[in-house]
């Protein structure tokens, strides 16, 4: 009698993690991120989260040293200048750029990206800025046909406009919902 009940005990807990919230695998968008050339330099994944999103990036073959990083509005990554990628993502006009500045209210703005001496980068940073779907008050970067993430050739100084004299665009990443 033990056995079965230790049985049913078990079963009944698999089921209830198996249908409790917790249980389920967390909105992602994911995408390639390539060069000026075309070449894949490395993967971006946006997890959305209850007050933003966890952005993981890991990057290979760039400059050493820092760069500016942000989202963008369109999903085009255009080589070899991702111009196609528009501007940063915003909710309100006029856009102010800069994590540093007073007024601030550039949702795309991110903090640097730091690539290492080898060209490679790996960071994982948490945005509140922006949400992966419409419903926050928040830009949603997989509304309107989805963002990218563009890594810029300069560090982000977090107050010049409009891009922080981030400099011409390196790298880029067409941002997709995972089904």
């Known amino acids: 009698m033990t056995t079965g009940l230790t049985k049913a005990l078990a079963a009944g807990l698999l089921l209830g993690v198996m249908a ?13 991120l390539v060069g000026t050339d075309g070449a894949n330099v490395g993967t971006v994944t946006v997890t959305n989260a209850p007050g933003g999103v966890l952005l993981r990036v ?11 990083m942000h989202f963008h509005e369109k999903a085009s990554c255009e080589a070899p200048k991702f111009t196609s990628a528009g501007a940063h993502v915003h909710t309100t006009k006029p856009v102010v750029h800069g994590l540093l500045h007073e007024n601030a209210n550039d949702n795309g703005d991110l903090p ?17 800025l922006v949400s992966l779907k419409p419903g ?13 993430l563009v890594i810029h050739a300069h560090p982000d100084d977090y107050t010049t406009q409009p891009i922080g004299g981030s400099g011409d665009r390196v790298a880029c990443a067409v ?5």
Request: proline letters at 5%; aromatic letters at 6%; zero cysteines.
């Open 58 to 68: 890991n990057a290979r073959n760039l400059t050493p040293g820092w760069h500016g």
């Open 20 to 32: 409790s919230p917790l249980a389920r695998a967390a909105e992602t968008a994911t995408g390639t």
């Open 136 to 148: 926050t008050t928040r830009a949603a970067l997989l509304e309107n046909g989805g963002a990218a």
């Open 175 to 179: 941002l997709k919902a995972d089904s």
């Open 112 to 128: 640097n990206l730091y690539v290492g001496p080898d060209g490679q980068a790996t960071v994982e940073l948490y945005s509140t």
